[in-house]
């Protein structure tokens, strides 16, 4: 992002659709290799059930925007009987390809 341009505010609407389109493909959505290490979300649940939760999913609080230009969001989908939540980065709207980031899973 360029200094002194603004974003648009992004709603909750449209970020659940752009999740929603991008977690399609799983190519598109990144885990880090070190977040397996954070958490016992690993023992818990799947990969499968982590494309789950963003391809159904709620957010759980409007978007905010982060680092260049990817803007932070919760995800979160009752599966199994636990609560996952997935916080994630998502990449810039209006690309053509835009990417999911997992940043933190968590499992109640």
């Known amino acids: 992002m360029r200094p002194g341009v603004a974003l648009f505010p992004l709603t909750r609407e ?13 190519l598109r959505v990144s885990f880090p290799p070190d977040l397996a290490e954070r958490g016992n979300w690993v023992e818990l649940v799947t990969h499968l059930t982590i494309m789950k939760c963003l391809q159904e999913g709620s957010l759980t609080r409007d978007p905010v925007a982060g680092l260049n230009g990817f803007w932070e969001c919760e995800v979160e989908r009752i599966a199994v009987g636990q609560r996952i939540l997935v916080n994630l980065a998502l990449g810039s709207i209006g ?3 835009p990417l999911i980031v997992i940043t933190n899973i968590s499992v109640e």
Do not use: H, Q
């Open 95 to 97: 690309v053509n390809d």
């Open 14 to 26: 449209a970020a659940l659709r752009a999740i929603r389109s991008v977690a399609k493909e799983s």
